[in-house]
C-alpha cells in the first residue's frame, strides 16, 4: 500500500511539475541593450510604443534620408534590437528610415506570461501601426530573423499593408524546429507529443496554422528569403519548404549565404546591398 502512494505521489508531482518545467525551458532568455545606433554614428530616436495588452515595446527609429519607407526590423528568440543593427546601418545609408523594437520578454520591453511566434507577430503589428500612424505615406518593409522571419510571414499574410517581406533563416514549420530540440536520447519519445500538444494548447495556435510553409499562401506582397548554406539550427531545405509551398502568383526570390550559420548577421550585412536593391526594385514597380 505505501509502494502505491508513493508511486501515485510520484506522477502527481510529475504532472504538476510539467508546466513549470517546459514554461522554464521555453523561456526566451533576455539579453538588455548594452549599445545604442549612436555607436555606428546613426541619429536616432528612443521610444516605448504602445503593445498588445498595455505592454511597452522598446524601440529605436532611425531616420533615412529620402523617408520613403520604413523596414521594420524583427529580432529572433533570445535577441534584441541591437543584434540588428549591422542590418540597419546599411539600409540607414541607403536612405531608408529603419525601426527596430524589443518583442516582449526581450531587451528592454516589458515581461508577459510567455513569449510565441503568435505574439512577436503581435508585437510586429504594434510597429506597423506605429509606423502608419507617424507617416501615412510610409511603404513598410519588414525584415526578420528567424522566429522574427516567422512573425514577418505570419502578419504579411493577415495584412495588406505590408509591401515587402524579408525572411532572414526562417523555419518552414514549428513541428520541424520542435522535432529538432525534441531528438533527445534521454527524452522518452512518449513525451514528445505530450510537449508538442501543451505548448499549441498555451500559445492557442496549432502549429499547423502558424507554419510559415502554409502561411506563404495567403502572403500576397513579394517575398525574399535569405538562407545560410551552415545553418545547423534550422537547415537551408527550410527555405525551399517555404518556396515550394507558395502559389504561383506569389514573388519569393531566395538568396543563399555561402558559409553563413543561423546567426551570422555580420554576413548578411555584408550582403545587404542585394536587399537594398531588391527593396527599390519592388518598390519602385509597385503602383504609386
Not at 107 to 133: H, N, Q, V, Y
Not at 262 to 281: K, P, T
Amino acid at each position: 500500500m505505501t509502494l502505491v502512494l508513493i508511486i501515485a505521489a510520484v506522477c502527481i508531482t510529475s504532472i504538476g511539475l510539467f508546466p513549470v518545467v517546459l514554461h522554464s525551458v521555453y523561456r526566451a532568455p533576455r539579453l538588455v541593450e548594452t549599445t545604442t545606433p549612436e555607436s555606428l554614428s546613426l541619429p536616432f530616436s528612443q521610444q516605448y510604443l504602445s503593445g498588445p495588452k498595455g505592454k511597452r515595446l522598446y524601440s529605436w527609429l532611425i531616420p533615412g534620408e529620402h523617408n520613403l519607407c520604413t523596414v521594420i526590423l524583427v529580432h529572433g528568440w533570445g535577441s534584441n534590437a541591437q543584434m540588428m543593427l549591422p542590418l540597419a546601418q546599411s539600409f540607414c545609408q541607403a536612405g531608408m528610415n529603419v525601426l527596430l523594437f524589443d518583442a516582449r520578454n526581450h531587451g528592454k520591453s516589458d515581461g508577459d506570461t510567455f513569449s510565441s511566434l503568435p505574439r512577436f507577430a503581435e508585437d510586429l503589428g504594434c510597429a506597423i501601426e506605429w509606423t502608419k500612424k507617424r507617416d501615412p505615406s510610409q511603404k513598410i518593409v519588414i525584415l526578420g530573423h528567424s522566429i522574427g522571419a516567422a512573425s514577418a510571414m505570419l502578419a504579411a499574410s493577415q495584412r495588406t499593408d505590408i509591401d515587402l517581406v524579408i525572411g532572414l533563416s526562417g523555419f518552414a514549420h514549428p513541428n520541424l524546429v520542435m522535432h529538432r530540440h525534441l531528438d533527445r536520447p534521454w527524452l522518452p519519445k512518449v513525451l514528445r507529443p505530450l510537449i508538442m500538444d501543451y505548448i499549441q494548447w498555451v500559445i492557442g495556435y496549432r502549429f499547423e496554422e502558424i507554419a510559415p510553409m502554409n502561411r506563404i499562401r495567403h502572403i500576397r506582397c513579394p517575398v525574399l528569403l535569405v538562407h545560410g548554406t551552415e545553418d545547423a539550427v534550422v537547415p537551408i531545405s527550410d527555405m525551399h519548404l517555404i518556396e515550394q509551398n507558395a502559389l504561383t502568383e506569389n514573388l519569393v526570390e531566395l538568396v543563399e549565404i555561402k558559409g553563413a550559420t543561423h546567426n551570422s548577421v555580420d554576413q548578411f550585412q555584408q550582403h545587404a546591398i542585394y536587399l537594398v536593391d531588391w527593396i527599390n526594385e519592388h518598390l519602385n514597380r509597385a503602383p504609386v
